[in-house]
């Protein structure tokens, strides 16, 4: 008895510490996303690319990043996802570094092929980590993780600012992010859990590593595809706001220049606080009534941008949409996780490429739809999209209700 006494304070140790590790991970990532996407105008200059072929140099990240994912679930039947996670983080942070060192295409080719492939990676490796850990907790728990992106985000657009502000070149703007965060990934790596391995099987054993994975031939298009279409859906309405909102607010709305930067601010701001608060309402309400709501809010917020008379209520309507569109991203994976339980790392794999099909096909399709038609009304294309959610919401549904209302009462519960 005092012998499962301690293994079961061990596995609850060391459950928070893959916690705390993971939301670093998260943290991370959004920094130095945001420090490629904000940069881009100075990656531009630096290198010498031509409007023209900068479409392609932007599109190659995403389309790789897809092969990065893909390659990952094909990984993890072999490894753990948190060995994956341990050598994507570094290596991520190494691609930053050299976008900001190099000054020829090539050099900048060969950076962002390593920057999408280990974006990937580490994308499909974080989320199923996290629908791993979600699993052992028994609650919701995978708003806060994406919380953290959020936040990171912030802190890179803002030290991108600085940046910016100052004049400084991209390597001294990247390097001392590199030189901090490289040994905290390093470190806090070492904390990651699989979280499975920890609980006890019935034989009394744990989970072999890449148990999961192996049953990814068990994971079907068919069911995995309205979670599909919602995440790209989504990140269609997510690449809207952050390539067209400051645009939009200039050209459309009359505002000046400085007031164009702050609809995406406002919009990362209330995604932050709407996943920060989104795994209490996923255990108060339950996936589906949440994901519901958040899709309304989401289309109610590209309505108002659409029909803004003025700046600051089109500022009001990307805040809005921030609120809305936050939870349904970490939902889509978490559901994915409780569709197909014994294979949840492949499905993750899976339905993390339509992360990047969105981000994909949003930019160029406003943009062709405001060229040929109007930007009001091609506001009201992802507002659509995103309403599709409704009839797919069935789809997040917990029919063993483990993460909602707080109907669990299984000891991984009350971990801290």
């Known amino acids: 008895m005092e012998a499962s006494k301690i293994r079961s304070v061990g596995t609850d140790t060391r459950l928070r510490h893959g916690r705390v590790s993971l939301a670093l991970s998260f943290f991370v990532q959004g920094v130095v996303f945001a420090l490629v996407v904000t940069r881009i105008p100075a990656i531009q200059d630096r290198y010498g690319i031509s409007d023209a072929l900068l479409p392609a140099f932007l599109a190659a990240v995403p389309i790789l990043a897809g092969a990065g994912s893909v390659l990952t679930g094909k990984i993890v039947a072999r490894v753990r996802p948190s060995l994956v996670l341990r050598w994507a983080q570094p290596l991520l942070l190494l691609a930053l570094l050299g976008v900001g060192v190099g000054d020829q295409l090539w050099q900048l080719a060969l950076s962002l092929c390593a920057f999408g492939l280990s974006g990937g990676a580490l994308d499909a490796s974080m989320n199923m980590l996290g629908v791993r850990l979600q699993r052992a907790y028994g609650r919701s728990i995978m708003l806060g993780f994406h919380a953290t992106y959020s936040l990171g985000g912030i802190a890179g657009a803002s030290l991108a600012w600085v940046g910016a502000h100052w004049d400084l070149s991209l390597l001294m703007s990247y390097l001392p992010v590199a030189v901090v965060l490289l040994p905290v990934v390093l470190i806090g790596g070492r904390w990651c859990t ?96 949440v994901v519901r709501f958040g899709a309304v809010l989401a289309a109610a917020g590209f309505a108002v941008v659409a029909m803004a008379p003025g700046p600051w209520v089109g500022i009001l309507g990307f805040a809005i949409l921030g609120f809305g569109l936050c939870v349904v991203v970490p939902q889509c994976f978490a559901a994915a996780g409780r569709l197909f339980p014994h294979a949840s790392d492949a499905a993750v794999a899976r339905l993390n490429i339509s992360n990047y099909v969105g981000f994909l096909v949003g930019s160029p399709l406003v943009g062709a739809l405001g060229d040929a038609w109007s930007y009001r009304g091609a506001m009201l294309v992802p507002m659509l999209m995103i309403l599709v959610t409704l009839v797919y919401a069935r789809s997040f549904a917990d029919d063993a209700a483990r993460y909602g209302g707080g109907h669990d009462r299984s000891r991984t519960a009350d971990v801290g």
Do not use: H
Request: proline share 4%.
């Open 194 to 289: 699989d979280a499975d391995s920890e609980k006890p099987t019935a034989s009394g054993t744990g989970l072999a590593s890449g148990s999961e994975s192996a049953a990814g031939s068990s994971v079907t298009f068919k069911a995995l595809l309205p979670l599909c279409l919602i995440m790209t859906f989504a990140y269609i309405g997510d690449s809207t706001v952050s390539n067209w909102s400051a645009k939009y607010l200039q050209d459309i709305l009359g505002s000046s220049d400085e007031v164009a930067t702050v609809p995406y601010n406002a919009y990362m701001v209330t995604t932050l606080l709407g996943r920060a608060a989104g795994d209490l309402g996923v255990r108060r309400f339950g996936p589906v009534a």
